[in-house]
């Protein structure tokens, strides 16, 4: 009996979650997208939007199994942790789990103790994406999150209290004024957290401001180095992580999972249809369940976009993509490789250091 229901599982086709929940507490500083601060009354409405939006996935995902969700946005971990517990409940009770699907929670240091980690853990979260940004005191300064080290430092041992050993460490680099120092002092510091990955990425060239493009390649280039000699594997770009780290989210796009998007300015890409969910809250809220009301610029993608979009997303993992399966986008995949962001060798694509840290700097990922 276990054999046929594993059997009738690998045949459905992978799909992965995507949950925005753009609240928190101020807009971060060097980032991008729309945050919203509203108030208890308006994320409880919100969220409540976005379970019935969960609940209304059936046709969406009818022959696929989702084998990764990932609730992020602006810092999820802002609502009310019961919400989220109950959230995370209803995905895994409505929608077509994969046995062992990742349930990934993003979250910020200063939102993370007995109370929200007891209503969190209502929703058996598998995995944890603490959002630092750095440790360094200046360059944390030069953020202005709202939350300290201290912060940090009691939000790991809260999660290793409450056997969440699955964390992630993000961590942003090219902050004006930050150096080589401050920067290997936040890495250290990170790799001192233990955790199961750390994510780096750059203050992106759209601010116009932080260190300019070659500072900033240079500090991705320490980070390799020093990630590297402590174990950490970089299996995708900009992501490294020990055994076991990685994240399902990340592996299971990049190799070719369906993607499905629920919230305020969610994007899908599903069957080669692909859409967005409308940016207007109130639009959202009254409507969340009906595509008729909340799907905007829905377009079917033709079979070179289609390849286009399967290559930037594979090119972010270490191994690149068969040539072969991109085989349609070789027009674009030659531009890149005249840039000398990607190298075709043994009939695979994959990108070059130049075009590792492009994929990065670049807002649109090659």
Not at 52 to 80: M, T
Not at 83 to 89: A, N, T, V
Request: aromatic share 6%; with cysteine; proline share 4%.
């Amino acid at each position: 009996m276990a054999s046929a229901s594993a059997g009738k599982e690998a045949s459905l086709k992978d799909a992965t979650l995507f949950v925005n929940v753009p609240f928190c507490i101020e807009a971060p500083r060097y980032a991008h997208g729309r945050y919203l601060m509203g108030d208890g009354a308006a994320k409880r409405k919100y969220l409540e939007a976005v379970m019935r939006e969960v609940a209304s996935l059936g046709d969406v995902l009818e022959g696929k199994r989702v084998v990764a969700v990932r609730i992020g946005g602006g810092s999820p971990s802002v609502v009310s942790p019961d919400q989220l517990g109950e959230l995370m409940r209803l995905i895994r009770a409505e929608l077509p789990m994969a046995h062992g699907a990742e349930m990934a929670l993003e979250a910020i240091p200063n939102t993370v103790g007995v109370p929200s980690l007891t209503g969190w853990g209502q929703g058996k979260p598998s995995r944890i994406e603490l959002r630092v940004g750095a440790i360094h005191l200046r360059d944390l300064d030069e953020l202005h999150p709202p939350y300290r080290v201290s912060d940090i430092q009691n939000a790991v041992l809260f999660l290793d209290k409450f056997g969440m050993n699955n964390v992630s460490v993000s961590l942003v680099y090219g902050l004006p004024g930050q150096t080589e120092a401050s920067w290997r002092q936040t890495l250290r510091k990170a790799l001192d957290l233990e955790p199961y990955e750390v994510a780096v990425s750059p203050v992106s060239p759209a601010d116009g401001e932080g260190l300019a493009q070659e500072r900033q390649r240079a500090l991705y280039e320490v980070a390799a180095a020093l990630l590297g000699e402590r174990g950490l594997v970089e299996y995708a770009v900009g992501r490294f992580a020990r055994a076991a780290g990685e994240s399902a989210y990340v592996k299971a796009l990049a190799s070719g999972a369906d993607a499905v998007g629920v919230g305020l300015g969610a994007v899908s890409c599903v069957d080669g249809m692909a859409w967005r969910n409308t940016d207007d809250f109130e639009v959202y809220c009254a409507g969340s369940d009906d595509p008729e009301q909340v799907v905007r610029d829905a377009a079917q993608l033709d079979d070179e976009a289609r390849a286009v979009l399967v290559a930037r997303r594979a090119l972010c993992l270490s191994e690149g993509v068969e040539a072969e399966r991109v085989s349609a986008a070789v027009g674009e995949l030659s531009a890149w490789e005249a840039e000398g962001l990607v190298v075709c060798e043994d009939g695979r694509w994959r990108l070059t250091s130049e075009g590792r840290f492009a994929w990065q700097w670049r807002t649109w990922a090659l």
